[in-house]
């Protein structure tokens, strides 16, 4: 218990004597876990969106008009037993002429120039993952009885592919805020034993270990990061409420966010919180001060 109480009364204390250093220490803490918890999200939505306009996706396999029953009931094996396929639907020439009407309109003059045997019978693919297009190309494009494989790959590949540079580029910088926090932090300890190098040589000088006299140092990191942390969850949640939730009703088409993600990503926040504040905190003493 007097251990603890010394702890508790050095850190209360660092903390008074450099207040306003503390204060930027917790505000740029906040800056960095507001701009990490909001990349997180970001990386939600955008998962949620391409996750919405992918599941509409379809591999499309056309069959060639001389195809055989065994064959097609082969391709439909082959497709059914990869592992990346959830679903395949056969669509006859008649269900294809039928879906055209539906799309465009009996009426359509498109429709008007066409037959039945216009349109070719396929296989339509459902996917696990829309990343693992590719697969099913690879494997049916040269089977026999296969005229076609339409899985809209230039589309999906550069829908991949500016997902990825966004999510990444969002993590970059937030991984860089929390570096100048982690860098703020350490200032901030090593002033504050730049401050009681005089006190902390006495007590090395009666015997008192490093870690005795690094611990409230330590605490005192955490509690900015935990600070910061607290505070960057605060504004994310009342962000939710003021902003994204009234577009839940007006902008129906886009899957949104939920408050329930914020709560998911709130302990990624207070522990990269931690973690910074302690091995920022850390880092700081063993480099600025023999202790």
């Known amino acids: 218990m007097a251990r603890l109480d010394y702890y508790f009364r050095e850190t209360v204390t660092g903390l008074r004597r450099n207040g306003l250093v ?3 220490a917790i505000l740029t803490a906040f800056i960095a876990l507001l701009l990490l918890g909001m990349a997180l999200l970001i990386r939600r939505e955008v998962d949620l969106i391409v996750a919405n306009t992918t ?4 591999v499309v396999v056309y069959l060639t008009d001389d195809i055989g029953p065994d064959q097609q009931e082969r391709l ?15 669509e006859s020439k008649e269900e294809a002429y039928e879906r055209a009407k539906e799309l465009f309109g009996e ?13 070719p019978a396929s296989f339509r693919v459902k996917l696990s993952e829309p990343e693992d297009y590719k697969v099913v190309v690879a494997t049916v494009e040269n089977e026999p009885g296969v ?14 592919a500016l997902t990825s540079l966004f999510r990444n580029g969002v993590l970059v910088l937030a991984v860089a805020m929390l ?11 090593r002033m504050g034993l730049f401050a009681r190098r005089r006190e902390i040589g006495i007590m090395k000088l009666v015997g008192a270990t490093n870690w005795r006299i690094r611990v409230p140092f330590l605490i005192e990191g955490v509690i900015e990061g935990l600070l910061g942390a607290a505070l960057a969850i605060a504004i994310l949640l009342a962000a939710m409420v003021i902003f994204i939730k009234p577009l839940y009703d007006s902008v ?7 408050t329930s ?16 504040s302690f091995i920022a905190s850390l880092l700081a003493m063993r480099r600025f001060l023999d202790v």
């Open 22 to 24: 503390v204060f930027a």
């Open 55 to 58: 599941g509409r996706v379809e």
């Open 76 to 90: 439909n094996g082959i497709l059914t037993g990869l592992s990346v396929v959830s679903e395949v639907d056969y």
């Open 107 to 119: 009426d359509s003059p498109i429709i008007a120039n066409v037959t039945v045997d216009t349109f």
């Open 147 to 160: 005229d076609e494989v339409n899985a809209q790959q230039e589309f999906l590949d550069k829908l991949f």
């Open 179 to 189: 570096l100048a926090s982690a860098i703020l932090i350490a200032n901030t300890v």
């Open 252 to 258: 129906t088409f886009v899957p949104w966010i939920q």
């Open 261 to 276: 993600d914020v709560v998911l990503i709130a302990p990624y926040m207070i522990l990269g919180g931690i973690l910074v």
